[in-house]
């Protein structure tokens, strides 16, 4: 007896496309936009969910002239109210050459459940 709702946790499952550790909730994975078998009447109910951006920062990055490549790595940390790290990813390293530049955009999105 289910009353269809989703029960919004934080539980997690592996996207079975890319692998990612995304929410269980999840209707779609964030890391590869592929849509996601799940119960029909749970998707119905998660398109009502209002869900909003939290965050989203934007940055750039160059190398400015003919040198020798760069090398970079970019990682990010989330923490909780009390400072202590609860996750530490390293999202993406690579090289850049004379007047390469590279732009990353960190996201938040936020699921809220259905009013009651
Ligand atoms: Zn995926």
Redesign the pocket.
């Known amino acids: 007896m289910s009353t269809g709702r989703v029960a919004l946790t934080g539980k997690t499952r592996i996207?079975?496309?890319?692998?990612?550790t995304?929410l269980e909730s999840a209707s779609v994975?964030?890391?590869?936009?592929?849509h996601l078998r799940f119960d029909p009447k749970a998707i119905a109910e998660r398109r009502m969910q209002a869900t909003f951006s939290a965050l989203r920062v934007e940055g750039a990055f160059r190398h400015p002239e003919e040198a020798e490549a760069w090398e970079y790595s970019i990682v990010v940390s989330v923490r909780n109210d009390r400072g202590e790290e609860v996750a530490r990813k390293v999202v993406g390293v690579g090289a850049l050459n004379a007047n390469e530049g590279r732009s990353v955009t960190l996201s938040v999105d936020v699921f809220k459940p259905p009013e009651k």
């Open positions: 996207c079975p496309h890319c692998k990612s995304i994975c964030p890391a590869c936009q592929h």
